[in-house]
């Protein structure tokens, strides 16, 4: 059976519908190979474990990887019936809303006053989920254009990580993730691991020709009537609002540090055409929110919901992409 389901005929999703799929064990297929894998993975979640699922050089050097590539570039679906990711392989979900609160030359869902709502995934890149132990952050998006939570509309991807390589940030709350995330390698000796992570971003290039960027045209082009013309920041820099640092709860695996915040996360949204390091606020303007109010750890996350990446696309001087 075809496990990409909701894929070659892209015609958007509901808000409620995907959050079912993060939210419900789904029925097992009994006809699929892996039938028996899927069910006793679905049993971990629902007995309150959380998997840790780590990333493999074989699959690296297999095919695997370079599929995988492959299938977040082409395909556009919200979710899949079930696939296994080969990097960010751990993730907790959180939902919500995303809006942007002041004046800003861009377009779509960039535009002052633009307010949706917001799935995320918030994961890290190499498998890792304790502190000290390099993690790569990485907060994966999707933008429904839309307050209806019934309306079936096409949503707006976008992926940002702080840096490639890992870092070690005691918490997730610290780091400063950007939609062109640096990949420094001088922090670490070369190790097996991260000799993988070279092989990884390589084997994305196969499937994108600038596979360090994630371009931003989706959600400048979201909600308008032709993209010909939108305005598109070249970098955009997600992080925690600071009163979420005041209060947070030091756990060593990033999930329940992001689960323990059952008031709700808050994350500002800043943008830039000057710079993409994220390390510093010179450069960047704050133009709004990522609001949430719940969150889990879930099979659906894990094994279902998918993000689709943007295509890299030739821009022109003045930020309109061709």
């Known amino acids: 059976m075809n496990q ?3 894929e070659e005929d892209y015609r958007g999703s509901t808000f409620n519908e995907v959050q079912s799929v993060i939210m419900k064990a789904p029925v097992v297929n009994e006809s699929r190979d892996d039938a028996a894998t899927i069910r006793e993975e679905i049993s971990q979640y629902e007995n309150g474990q959380m998997p840790t699922y780590r990333i493999s050089l074989l699959a690296v050097f297999d ?3 370079s599929e995988a590539a492959l ?19 751990n ?8 809006e942007i609160t002041e004046l800003s030359q861009y377009s779509g869902y960039f535009a002052q006053g633009s307010k949706a709502l917001f799935v995320g995934r918030v994961s890290t890149g190499n ?8 993690r790569p952050f990485g907060l994966a998006g999707k933008i429904f254009p839309t307050l209806n939570r019934n309306e079936r509309v096409k949503t707006a991807n976008f992926n940002v990580i702080d840096d490639l ?26 190790d097996a691991k991260k000799f993988g992570l070279r092989e990884v971003q390589k084997r994305f290039e196969t499937a994108d020709q600038h596979a360090e960027v994630r371009q931003l045209y989706p959600i400048s082009q979201l909600g308008l009537s032709s993209p010909q013309g939108a305005k598109t920041p070249r970098w955009m820099k997600i992080t925690t609002a600071q009163g979420v640092k005041d209060e947070r709860v030091a756990e060593a695996d990033f999930r329940k540090e992001v689960l323990a915040y059952s008031s709700g996360l808050k ?23 990522i609001n949430t109010d719940s969150s889990i ?22 930020r309109v992409l061709e």
């Open 4 to 6: 990409y389901r909701q």
């Open 63 to 65: 095919g695997r990887l």
């Open 71 to 89: 299938r977040t570039i082409r395909r556009e679906a919200d979710y899949h019936e079930y696939f296994k990711k080969e990097v960010h392989m």
């Open 91 to 98: 993730g907790v979900c959180v939902m919500g809303t995303w």
């Open 127 to 134: 498998g890792e989920v304790e502190a000290a132990r390099g």
């Open 165 to 190: 390589n890992g870092t070690t940030a005691p918490s997730f709350f610290d780091v400063a993730m950007t939609n062109e995330p640096p990949f420094d390698l001088s922090r670490w000796y070369l």
């Open 267 to 289: 994350f500002d949204i800043s943008v830039s055409d000057t710079t993409k390091d994220g390390t510093t606020e010179e450069g960047w303007s704050k133009i709004g929110q």
């Open 297 to 318: 750890v879930s099979f659906g996350c894990d094994r279902r919901l998918h993000f689709h990446h943007p295509s890299y696309v030739r821009e022109t001087s003045s």
